[in-house]
């Protein structure tokens, strides 16, 4: 079992949706990221969660530190958001990833 | 603002030869931490520095080397290139090394060995 799940693998939405994209981790963590990887694939952080809950425009994420899971939410679905979101835990100094969802978002 | 520098940002490479990836981190981030990405996969840890000292080590092959220079800038060198070794290698680097410290990636240097 892997230390760091995301669910689902692969996600479709049409333009507008809501969208949900979930993470469980089997470790203790001093942090939490959000990442985004576009095809070319270079990575973006969106979050760095420790606690609650963030919010940036049109995506929220928050955690539960004593159920080891947080949640990724897209508002507002657009094509542009199509990519790779990858949760990845922080224990010590290094970064575990998840395996990824992979998101399109259809016009 | 200022980013994480890494170069080259693609190389081709033949078996059994050496490659040196270059990272430079954000003006005043101390830490630099080396992932590798193969194809379809999650990146994989390799290896942290942190002023100057390597702080983690993780599933990095004994052909690689890796170290942080005065300037924090951190190369990693790797030798005896394997058709494996074809990843996207990414560099991150933060302020510090504790856990509230954000990590900064920068674009990935893509390694093909042919």
């Known amino acids: 079992k892997n230390e760091v799940e995301q669910s689902p693998q692969n996600l479709t939405a049409q333009e507008g949706e809501f969208i949900t994209i979930n993470c469980s981790y089997s470790?203790?963590?001093?942090?939490l990221h959000w990442l985004q990887q576009h095809p070319g694939g270079g990575i973006v952080s969106l979050f760095m969660?420790?606690?609650g809950k963030k919010k940036h425009g049109r995506l929220i994420a928050t955690i539960n530190i004593q159920e080891k899971h947080s949640s990724l939410h897209i508002t507002a679905s657009h094509p542009r958001d199509s990519a790779v979101y990858i949760c990845?835990?922080?224990?010590?100094?290094?970064?575990?990833f998840g395996e990824g969802t992979q998101l399109t978002v259809n016009p | 603002a200022a980013g994480v520098i890494q170069s080259p940002r693609h190389l081709i490479k033949e078996k059994r030869e050496t490659a040196t990836l270059k990272c430079y981190p954000i003006?005043?981030?101390?830490?630099v931490y080396w992932y590798q990405q193969g194809p379809g996969q999650d990146p994989q840890f390799l290896i942290s520095?942190?002023?100057?000292?390597?702080?983690d080590k993780g599933s990095i092959p004994d052909r690689f080397s890796a170290q942080q220079f005065s300037d924090y800038h951190s190369e990693l060198n790797m030798s005896s290139l394997e058709l494996g070794d074809s990843a996207l290698y990414f560099c991150?680097?933060?302020?510090?090394?504790?856990?509230?410290?954000?990590?900064?990636f920068g674009p990935g240097t893509r390694l093909t060995v042919t």
């Open positions: 969660l420790s606690s």
């Open positions: 990845a835990v922080k224990s010590g100094s290094r970064l575990t």
């Open positions: 520095f942190y002023e100057k000292m390597q702080s």
């Open positions: 003006p005043r981030h101390d830490t």
């Open positions: 470790v203790g963590i001093s942090a």
């Open positions: 991150a680097s933060s302020l510090g090394l504790a856990g509230g410290y954000e990590q900064y």
